[in-house]
């Protein structure tokens, strides 16, 4: 009954039906394992998270391990999938090996209802199954079938299965899985098997403990800029994901943006993004375009190469006219605004011409004209923080115009020049951004009046 489409889970659990299936994956005879172990891909594959947890009560995952070889040790969208049927494989070891994987990858992505994590990927972990997992893709991408259009069955559920526990658990051990996943990357062609190890990539990467073993990934990053710009494909957004959280910015030992920036990611990180946008903001389109302005907002804080390169492809008015479609979506114009205020960060290290063509990009009007008192309180604190950030790119053309002075005219005949400006001040002046900020001084949320305080002081400065 548990090897049918619709299996009666509940009804079969309750008359104890896990114990005897544990005991057959584990000893009996050769077909008998293999249609118990199918049995138990559908039982885990339930929406129901206490049937997968009665897998669990029965030590399935150990065994399930031991069938891949593992053992019991501390190694150091999931959702679920069933199974209508064993695999075409070479013999019953290798289908009871598969379905073996496809009952791990189930218990490890089932859902905690209250919790609303996967709690059992915790057990799958401490039954080995991660050094299980990772020999049998090592051992399938060392075969001559890893770069066919369709890879082996156990190299596509391995991935999957690395997938859903790299979803749950993203740091230490897991980095492990970083070598075999590159290879993987650069050299098959299965969708499925790339699909799977792009977003293993991109959930690692999202975690600050692994940007120093994210290095060991850079040989992926060709094909993986190729599909973020191609867009359309199930390996755009992981792919887009892992390509911006190689960019850091404020750990520059751990900051890859160059290498991003050398392999086109920028263009291709915009072309995801128009794509995504030109069917407007509709629910699936609108998380591909949050998607693609958090990866921009990474490479935009990162460092003055990138922040050229996101110059020199158009990247800001881009965004903008996004920021301006986006009105009353809080979320997106918020990604927006991370775009357009990070490369002003000191941090990012901007030189003169960057610092030229920024104020030049219109992005400071566009900043200015947010400035609305009633706006939330973490909004206009990150427009004002990208505000006062002008103001020191401002002053850093103003230094440099004056060090030109000296340098073209000597002391005596730059002295007797009109006072050099910082152009940023001017243009606040211009636009009447001063009395905008001025307003803000008394506002109810701390961190905006210190800003707006902090701010005007500047400016006061610079005025007089």
Not at 71 to 88: E, F, H, I, Y
Not at 313 to 322: E, S, W
Not at 385 to 397: F, T
């Amino acid at each position: 009954a548990l090897c049918s489409r619709n299996p009666p889970v509940q009804a079969l659990l309750d008359a104890g039906v896990a114990a005897p299936l544990v005991r057959l994956v584990k000893e009996g005879p050769a077909a008998a394992r293999v249609d118990a172990a199918w049995a138990m891909v559908n039982i885990a594959a339930s929406s129901e998270y206490a049937h997968a947890e009665a897998l669990c009560n029965e030590t399935a995952t150990e065994v399930l391990v031991e069938v891949l070889g593992g053992g019991k040790q501390r190694q150091s969208n999931a959702g679920g999938s069933s199974s209508s049927g064993a695999a075409s494989t070479s013999g019953s070891d290798s289908a009871l090996a598969e379905l073996s994987l496809w009952a791990l990858g189930n218990i490890a992505g089932a859902m905690h209802p209250g919790m609303r994590t996967q709690a059992l990927a915790v057990d799958v972990l401490d039954a080995g199954a991660l050094r299980a997992v990772l020999t049998v893709m090592e051992r399938e991408a060392a075969g001559a079938s890893t770069s066919a259009p369709v890879a082996s069955p156990l190299l596509r559920v391995a991935t999957w299965c690395l997938h859903n526990l790299a979803k749950h658990k993203r740091e230490k051990e897991m980095v492990d899985s970083i070598p075999v996943v590159t290879k993987l990357l650069v050299e098959a062609a299965d969708t499925e098997v790339l699909t799977c190890a792009a977003w293993v990539l991109a959930f690692l990467g999202s975690n600050e403990d692994n940007k120093s073993h994210i290095k060991q990934a850079l040989s992926a990053l060709p094909r993986l800029v190729q599909w973020v710009r191609e867009a359309s494909s199930s390996l755009a957004t992981p792919s887009l994901l892992s390509v911006g959280t190689m960019c850091t910015g404020y750990m520059r030992a751990l900051d890859y943006s160059e290498q991003v920036v050398e392999a086109g990611g920028v263009p291709a990180m915009l072309s995801y993004l128009q794509r995504a946008a030109a069917g407007g903001l509709a629910a699936a389109r609108r998380a591909m375009v949050k998607e693609a302005l958090f990866a921009l907002s990474n490479v935009a804080g990162a460092n003055c190469a990138t922040v050229r390169a996101m110059l020199d492809a158009g990247v800001f008015p881009a965004v903008i006219d996004l920021l301006r479609q986006a009105s009353g979506d809080d979320e997106i114009l918020n990604e927006c605004l991370y775009v357009l205020t990070n490369p002003w960060d000191p941090l990012v290290g901007a030189d003169v011409p960057t610092s030229q063509a920024l104020v030049a990009s219109g992005i400071l009007e566009e900043l200015h004209g947010l400035l609305d008192p009633a706006a939330p309180g973490d909004r206009l604190s990150l427009l004002l923080k990208g505000l006062g950030d002008g103001l020191k790119r401002g002053q850093q053309l103003m230094t440099y115009e004056a060090n030109m002075r000296l340098v073209d005219h000597g002391p005596e005949a730059a002295a007797a020049m009109p006072a050099v400006q910082n152009p940023v001040v001017t243009l606040y002046v211009k636009l009447g951004t001063v009395q905008r900020i001025e307003a803000l001084n008394s506002h109810t949320d701390e961190e905006v009046h210190t800003r707006a305080n902090g701010i005007i002081t500047v400016l006061r400065f610079f005025m007089e």
